[in-house]
T-cell receptor
Framework: GAGVSQSPSNKVTEKGKDVELRCDPI?????LYWYRQRLGQGLEFLIY????????KSGLPSDRFSAERTGESVSTLTIQRTQQEDSAVYLC?????????????FGPGTRLTVT | GQQLNQSPQSMFIQEGEDVSMNCTSS?????WLWYKQDPGEGPVLLIA?????ELTSNGRLTAQFGITRKDSFLNISASIPSDVGIYFC?????????????FGKGTRLHILP
């Protein structure tokens, strides 16, 4: 595709509900990242997928957070039993050496609001 | 784990002034990247640096890959209102483009009216 896409662009959910966020990386990019960005804050690393290697989950804040990636394509980030502190923009990025642009390219993000 | 120390955390400047920000680490990096994030958008890559000592410009922006490979700076000349935003440095320790990238905490640039 032309760029990284994310869906939904906005999500409002009630506290305690589960949410699923989707990321479609640039075709051919082998690495995929999820970040969380609270209002006015920096990028908080969540998880990193690199090809077929085991993902680096060191940034996931709790066991309520999980992510999957099918091969080198779509990734989903799941947050179970959402809490108000989960409210943030969730950004996805991809990078790789087999497709331009080679460097990390970000999607527009999903803004999650937990009420 | 590895960390990038980005400074300053925020800057308040007058339009037309030059800006300088930097990123340092105790680790050696193979790639340095500089991104800008506008409000409500994802970060956008400004400049990528791949060799120690490399100096690269993109319009009014200039970035350098430090000789020690442990630091990088970004300069913006003759700032204009649209330069407002958050600037992030990022580094890659490995030599492959799909190796993990680490981000600094950002420099928030404000332009005084």
């Amino acid at each position: 595709g032309a760029g990284v896409s994310q869906s939904p662009s906005n999500k409002v959910t009630e506290k305690g509900k589960d949410v699923e966020l989707r990321c479609d990386p640039i075709s051919g990019h082998t690495a995929l990242y999820w970040y969380r960005q609270r209002l006015g804050q920096g990028l908080e690393f969540l998880i990193y997928f690199q090809g077929n290697s085991a993902p680096d989950k060191s940034g996931l804040p709790s066991d309520r957070f999980s992510a999957e990636r099918t091969g080198e394509s779509v990734s989903t980030l799941t947050i179970q039993r959402t809490q108000q502190e989960d409210s943030a923009v969730y950004l996805c990025a991809s990078t790789g050496w087999r497709a331009l642009p080679y460097e990390q390219y970000f999607g527009p993000g999903t803004r999650l609001t937990v009420t | 784990g590895q960390q990038l120390n980005q400074s300053p955390q925020s800057m308040f400047i007058q339009e037309g002034e030059d800006v300088s920000m930097n990123c340092t680490s105790s680790s050696i990096f193979n790639t340095w990247l500089w991104y800008k994030q506008d409000p409500g958008e994802g970060p956008v890559l400004l400049i990528a640096l791949y060799k120690a000592g490399e100096l690269t410009s993109n319009g009014r922006l200039t970035a350098q890959f430090g000789i020690t490979r442990k630091d990088s700076f970004l300069n913006i000349s003759a700032s204009i209102p649209s330069d407002v935003g958050i600037y992030f440095c990022a580094g890659r320790l490995g030599g492959n483009r799909d190796d993990k990238i680490i981000f600094g905490k950002g420099t928030r640039l404000h332009i005084l009216p």
